[in-house]
């Protein structure tokens, strides 16, 4: 089932999330309900705030599309309760979307790569390193569970760009 898609100025995309402390069926079945949203939108990552729900509960979901054309394949990796255990002092910018911010784009610098701690989906604890588009999908997405948007992320009215400019200048 998709879920509504919270836009740019809701009250929850400015609250941390609540970590997870019980992983039974109802988890499952929201974080199916979860991606199912995230494959009709043709995002590359979704988190839980971004469908009303307080979970600190992510997915990276890489995988190209008319959104992200070069975007690496991967299955979908449902991260619950995420946390940075260490960030690269090498850092890129790129462009970032967003489910959240719907029509544009901003330029963004972010970690080339990052070590995370996380839960999968039976309570079971992971550990993971993340690099390149792959990192840069986790962090857009973990920035969800703090209360952040890439929008916080900008300084200047030159880190913006329209989405439809984006798609025909940049996207391949």
């Given at each position: ?24 069926a109802?988890l ?105 588009f ?39």
């Amino acid at each position: 089932m998709s879920l509504k898609i919270a836009q740019v100025g809701e009250a929850i995309l400015q609250t941390p999330a609540i970590q997870v402390t019980e992983f039974h069926a109802e988890l499952k079945t929201f974080v199916a309900d979860l991606k199912d949203t995230l494959v009709q939108a043709s995002g590359v990552g979704i988190a839980a705030p971004q469908v009303f729900d307080p979970r600190a509960v992510l997915i990276i979901a890489s995988k190209p599309n008319k959104r992200y054309p070069d975007a690496p394949d991967m299955e979908p990796l449902v991260m619950i309760n995420p946390s940075i255990l260490s960030q690269s002092e090498t850092t890129n910018q790129a462009w970032e979307g967003c489910l959240s911010v719907p029509g544009l784009r901003g330029l963004i610098t972010r970690s080339n790569q990052v070590e995370v701690a996380y839960y999968d989906i039976d309570g079971n604890p992971q550990r993971i390193e993340l690099s390149g588009f792959v990192a840069r999908i986790f962090l857009h997405e973990y920035d969800h569970l703090i209360g952040q948007t890439w929008l916080d992320h900008i300084s200047s009215s030159n880190q913006v760009m329209a989405e439809s400019l984006w798609l025909q200048n940049y996207a391949k």
